[in-house]
C-alpha cells in the first residue's frame, strides 16, 4: 500500500512563506503525475499544482507566481514552496500520486495564514 506523508504545514502571516514536503513510500518515478490540492472548510478540494514524471507543471491560476512544485526522486519527495501567502490560502493541503487510474492520498497538513 502507497504511503504519502506530508510535513511543513503551521501558522504563518501574510506575506510569509512555507514550504510542504511530501514523502511517499516507494518510488516516486513509480507515478505519472504528483501533486498538491487544498480544502478549504466548506468547500471543495482543488488541485493546486501538479507534476509529471517528465517534470510538467501546472498550477492554479490564483497561485501561479507564488507557489512552485518540484520532486526530489532521489528522496521520493515532491514539494510545494509557497511564498507571498494570502488569508485565503488557509486550508488543509493534501499531496496525491496518480499511476493509471489508481489514486493516493496523504493525510493532509494544515496550512492557516493570519495576523
Known amino acids: ?11 504563518v502571516q501574510p506575506g510569509g ?18 501533486g498538491w490540492y487544498r480544502q478549504a472548510p466548506g468547500k ?12 510538467r507543471t501546472s498550477y492554479l491560476d490564483s497561485v501561479k507566481d507564488r507557489f512552485a512544485i518540484s ?6 519527495t515532491v514539494y510545494l514552496q509557497m511564498n507571498s501567502l494570502k488569508p485565503e490560502d488557509t486550508a488543509v493541503y493534501y499531496c496525491d500520486a496518480r499511476r493509471i487510474v ?3 492520498w496523504g493525510q493532509g497538513t494544515q496550512v492557516t ?3
Open 102 to 104: 489508481n489514486v493516493y
Open 71 to 76: 520532486r526530489d526522486n532521489a528522496k521520493n
Open 113 to 115: 495564514v493570519s495576523s
Open 17 to 34: 512563506s512555507l514550504r510542504l514536503s511530501c514523502a511517499a513510500s516507494e518510488s516516486i518515478l513509480n507515478f505519472n503525475v504528483m
Open 1 to 11: 500500500q502507497v504511503q504519502l506523508v506530508e510535513s511543513g504545514g503551521g501558522l
Open 44 to 55: 471543495d478540494r482543488v488541485l493546486v499544482a501538479e507534476i509529471t514524471s517528465d517534470l
